[in-house]
């Protein structure tokens, strides 16, 4: 059997775990820059708040609905996505992150267990160590899995947040009330094509012919129609390697001075480089982007992005700042307003299989200075020490004016207790 866990309203809960007076209050948690909803709270769905809605929409429900409103504290859901993924993986040794709210894990020789009450354990556990409320799916396949979250979640006063689906009865009926558009891995274009064949829910897709499927949707939706008929073909997945990391934002205003923007692309590369060594690892080459505000119509249009090899492979802030300026220099226009620009590493190696180059090295200074120069920066949000080509005041420049503290990542942002 597997479980899917998923917390309810990650963003939301975070903010409410260490603001125990918002329970019961409609809470929204804002994009980058303070620019959009991309959370809710149940009460603010019931407002009528919907995902996407400019913040400048919010000011009617704030004044007459008791709104609360906060910017993306991402350091803060970041932690408290560790602590339950840590709690919980002490429920099953095989477990997979599906994501910053979402973990899979695997019971194997669990059968002589009573999975509700296991379930009912583990919210136990997650609401008094986290403080945080999440949803329990059990079913034979993860894909089942998925669907028994949506019910335990959708239905959490019936089941008390778990769900179990270990019966074939209770497979289908939970297929014939999930509408195709809902099941994990069917976007909204691909929904409208199945509607278009006659599948409305999850069960009219099961009775769909393999070969019909494996022909339009590929291999891929054969494996997600057998998952859903009961049929394990989507094992835990080992955490790969990435193959890219990306650092990129949006402005809070439109850029026109070179300046800035090569001051926050040299930026973006040394938080690149700093995940690199995080994970142990070189990168080969580094791409650069720009994009202009789409949305002002009447403005020049103008995006484009450039990838340069490096001559060796490195995780250090002065190459990948030297080549990433490089890059910039490249695709730079002047007279644009840029909206939002980023960097990106590729071809990514870990350590022990770092290639060399016969002809060109990077100095062995910069290793001993790279190390220096994480453990001065060590649990700080902004810098100690960077390049004179970054800004040490501010590192992310993000409008957030909402943003509250950091209370499990700032020893000044700590509760106290008197």
Known sequence: MYALVDCNNFYASSERAFQPELNGKPVVVLSNNDGCVIARSNEAKEIGIKMGLPAFMLKEFEKNKDLHIFSSNYELYDDMSKRVMNTLSEFSPEVEVYSIDEIFLK????????????????????????????SVGFAPTKALAKVANKIAKKFSHRWNGVYVIDTDEKRIKALKWLSIEDVWGIGRQLSKKLVGWGCKTAYDFTQLDDYTVQKELSIVGLRLKKELSGLNYLDLEETDRKKAIATTRSFAKDEYLYENLCERVSTYATRCAEKLRRAGSYCSKVEVFVITNQFKVHEMQYANKVVISLPFASNSDITIAKYAKKALDIIYKPNYGYKKTGVVVHEITPVPYKQGNLFFNESPKHEKLMKVLDQLNISKMDPVVTLASSDLKKREKMLRERLSKCYTTKWNDLIEIS
């Open 107 to 134: 019971f194997t020789g669990f059968d002589n267990y009573n999975l509700h009450d296991y379930g009912q354990k583990m919210r136990t556990t997650i609401r008094k160590n986290c403080w945080l409320p999440v």
